[in-house]
């Protein structure tokens, strides 16, 4: 039986780069408000470990987005699919990533891609050429964590 997974970055501000990372992938921000709520109603969770985001209220710390055609549960508006974790940590990037993501051009092409992105404020590394096995980009979004744009 497959396993479920999610992919989780470590960052520094996860509601900003849940942002990015949604507006890139057309992926919809997980809104765990309901929740959180209860939580804090019950008293289980302390105010201080929530914050407010674009009208949200999230775990401090962290921020998720979902495939959009992907399930989610409605009590803590969790994905069940496809879904980026964001999780604050106090270190800040040291090296190249090991693993990342690579966005692939839709029907618009990868001149529409490239542009969506530099729009959103990711900067375009370097551009590899693979000759007639064609290009890609590879870009660093708003923390410098590595990703790739192709066709």
């Known amino acids: ?44 969770v302390q105010p201080d470990a929530v914050v407010e985001h674009a009208g949200r209220r999230l775990f401090r710390g ?3 987005l979902r495939h959009p055609d992907d399930p989610l549960d409605p009590v803590s508006g969790i994905g069940h699919g496809r879904r980026l974790l964001l999780q604050e940590v106090p270190e800040a990037k040291a090296a190249k990533n090991r693993l990342h993501v690579d966005l692939h051009a839709g029907p ?7 542009a969506r992105l530099d729009a959103l404020g990711a900067t375009r590394v370097r551009e590899v050429d693979q000759g007639p096995a064609g290009h890609w980009w590879v870009f660093t979004d708003p923390e410098g964590n590595e990703f790739c744009a192709a066709p």
């Not at 618009?108 to 490239?114: S, T």
């Open 1 to 44: 039986m497959a396993l479920h997974w999610k992919l989780v970055v470590d960052c520094t501000d996860a509601p900003a780069l849940a942002d990015f990372w949604a507006a890139a992938l057309e992926y919809e921000l997980e809104d765990p408000t309901p929740l959180v709520e209860q939580l804090l109603a019950a008293g289980h």
């Open 62 to 64: 962290y921020a998720g």
């Open 108 to 114: 618009d092409g990868l001149d529409a891609l490239l």
